[in-house]
Every structure is written in structure tokens, then in C-alpha cells.
């Protein structure tokens, strides 16, 4: 990771790092170079480190471990109802955002084609998963730039232009959100043992990381569930 202070005065920066996800991964660390100043978790169970920098410095840190990943497959068909889907899930992640504008015309019409009342979460998030496989092209090109500006779910499909997996993801999160299914972004390190597979290339966000982005949506019968549009889109 790489860390820099622009500013005159001396101030706080965070870097996310790759933390245990129930079901999905388990890491552990052999060393933090430098150690943080403080290191905790937040309220989505990140594991943030956090560095005091003086004015106009850099600071390059290296995490050295190791992450064993989890294979996790759902039966669809044995997905739970949005009546079952807990309150504060609802409350925090349905809401409106920047990038996922609920309320959207645009966003509205796609939920109303796909939703279908008869349907439990898992299938009606299928349905997004399979709209957007089956619609969108990826953009090959990324790779190519230095920085890419993120559009959001609404200009990402308004402009018919390829897509990165910010939209890939920004769109499902949107249209689920819309839908009443809490849905979310992560933000990581995506990996293959496939060298054939035609995977997506991480994008660097302008001020951001170098990572891949995919949603995760919640079904009340399998607890959050992890899903990647992009990659069935290209494999």
C-alpha cells in the first residue's frame, strides 16, 4: 500500500486490508511494516489500519500473509422471503446513494421487468445477475487507463457505452436496493487458477485502490451472499 500526505499539516490515512469473512475466507497476517497506529474493525467488518503522516510525506507499507478461500454455492430455489429479511438490514442497506439512485426512472422500469412478487430474494437477485450478463458488454480497454471516473448505475446505463465492474456492480446494487433486497459494494482482490478464463482486469478508481469490484445482497435463509455480474459476464 502507498500512502501520501499532500497537505502542509500532519493528519490521520487508512488503508483497508483484507479481513476474516464468514464463509468466504480466512487470513492470516505474519507482519503490518510499518505497525499502525491503531487498528480496528468497522461497522461492515472491515479491518482498517490507520497512519499518522506529517505534512508532505509518503509512506509505503507491505502486509505479508496468507487467506484460504472458501468455495460457498447456493440452491436459489431455497432462498427466503423479503418479509423475512430483518429491519436494520432494510433500513441501512435499501436506502438511496450517490451511485445508486433508487428512485431513478431508469432504475425503476428494470426492477419493475424483473421482480417477481412469487419469487424469494436469491431468484429475484438472479434475475438481476442474469439481466446484466446478458445486456452489458465489459469494457477491454480499461486496463489501458490510469484512472477511470466511477458513473454510477443510472449514467452507466443511460449511455449504452462497455462497462467496468463498478457499473456491474453499481447497477445490480441499485436495481436490488430498489427491489427491497439489501445489497452492497466490495471492494478486493478477485483470483482465478483458470489462466483461460477471460477474467476482468482490476481498475484503478480515480483517488482509489487498484481492485475489483462485485455486490453482495442478503437473503434471509443464507445470510449475505457474494456475487460477481462481471465475471459471468466475461467467462
Known amino acids: 500500500y502507498q500512502l501520501k500526505n499532500d497537505k502542509f499539516i500532519n493528519a490521520f490515512y487508512e488503508i483497508t486490508i483484507p479481513a476474516d469473512i464468514e ?4 487470513v492470516s497476517y505474519k507482519e503490518i511494516n510499518p505497525e499502525p497506529s491503531k487498528l480496528y474493525f468497522d461497522k461492515d467488518k472491515n479491518l482498517i489500519a490507520q497512519y499518522w503522516l506529517k505534512g508532505k510525506t509518503n509512506l509505503d507499507i507491505e502486509v505479508r500473509g496468507s487467506a484460504k478461500l472458501i468455495t460457498k454455492q447456493i440452491n436459489i430455489n431455497e432462498g427466503g422471503t423479503l418479509n423475512s429479511i430483518p429491519k436494520k438490514l432494510i433500513s441501512a442497506y435499501t436506502k438511496k446513494d450517490k451511485y445508486w439512485d433508487t428512485d431513478s426512472k431508469v432504475i425503476k422500469a428494470i426492477r419493475d421487468k424483473l421482480f417477481n412478487g412469487q419469487n424469494n430474494v436469491s431468484e429475484n437477485a ?3 445477475y442474469k ?35 463498478m457499473e456491474f456492480t453499481d447497477i445490480f446494487v441499485a436495481v436490488a436496493r430498489s427491489m427491497g433486497i439489501p445489497a452492497r459494494e466490495i471492494n478486493g482482490y478477485a483470483l482465478t487458477t483458470d489462466n483461460k478464463t477471460n477474467t476482468p482486469s482490476s481498475i484503478n478508481i480515480k483517488g482509489g485502490d487498484l481492485l475489483h469490484a462485485w455486490p453482495e445482497f442478503y437473503d434471509p435463509n443464507f445470510g449475505w451472499v457474494q456475487i460477481d455480474p462481471t465475471w459471468g459476464n466475461t467467462s
Do not use: M
Open 126 to 128: 438472479f434475475s438481476i
Open 23 to 26: 464463509g468466504y475466507q480466512q
Open 131 to 165: 439481466y446484466l450478463v446478458d445486456n452489458f458488454e465489459y469494457n477491454k480497454d480499461i486496463i489501458n487507463k490510469s484512472y477511470i471516473d466511477r458513473k454510477g448505475a443510472v449514467n452507466a446505463i443511460s449511455d449504452g457505452e462497455p462497462i467496468a465492474c
